[in-house]
């Protein structure tokens, strides 16, 4: 695996660093053949559940503010990966 330093004393910019990481994970999700949320039978439609109770006490130590829109755009691109 790539290392998120191109050498030791520069590291990634911080979008490069940022794709570096969500590629990552991807590969990751695919090696171990990870479900998406659509194999659960989950569809767009379910989308405004899925974040209206994404925003209860677990949200409350999440490091980001996200918004609503945000919530279901990572939920969207979780049902199409």
Not at 9 to 21: G, Q, V, W, Y
Not at 50 to 63: D, E, Q, W, Y
Request: a negative charge; hydrophobic letters at 45%.
């Amino acid at each position: 695996m790539p290392c998120l330093f191109r050498d030791r004393n520069r590291p990634l910019e911080a979008d490069s660093a940022r794709m570096f990481i969500v590629h990552t994970l991807l590969v990751w999700a695919r090696a171990l053949n990870l479900p998406r949320l659509s194999d659960y039978g989950l569809t767009e439609a379910d989308i405004p559940a899925l974040v209206a109770n994404s925003c209860g006490s677990s949200m409350k130590t999440n490091p980001l503010e996200l918004s609503d829109a945000e919530i279901a755009g990572v939920i969207r691109g979780s049902l199409q990966a």
